[in-house]
């Protein structure tokens, strides 16, 4: 029979392996899947619109989506790349320097 000798440090590095595992079990199965085409109802409660402002974007080709049948769908990738595109950055000016402020 071979007899292991269990030390301090084997003992610290098994723990730490052990809480590496369960912390990336944990996040794993704490976030959703995603999924690549949503539907309108999807849509409207992602970017918190109505459905009108969602057909216009449509109709005005902001927002590019797929039709099959009776059934419109969106590519979270490109919603996502329309949003990012569309960021702005601007620096607004601070209210004691705005012209247009009321006195």
Same mark, same amino acid.
């Given at each position: 029979m071979t007899t292991t000798e269990i030390t301090q440090e084997k003992l %610290?590095?098994?723990k730490r392996d052990l809480l590496r595992e369960v912390r990336k079990m944990v996040s794993e199965s704490q976030s959703p899947p995603t999924r690549k085409w949503l539907k309108t109802q999807e849509i409207l409660k992602?970017?918190?619109i109505s459905q009108g402002t969602l057909q216009h974007l449509r109709i005005k080709g902001i927002l590019p989506f797929t039709?099959?049948?009776g059934v419109i769908l969106y590519d979270r +990738? %490109?919603?996502e790349k329309v949003l990012r595109d569309n960021k702005s950055?601007? +620096?607004f000016p601070s209210r004691k320097n705005n012209p247009w402020r009321k006195i």
């Open positions: %610290e590095n098994f992602m970017l918190s039709k099959i049948g +990738d %490109e919603i950055n601007r +620096d």
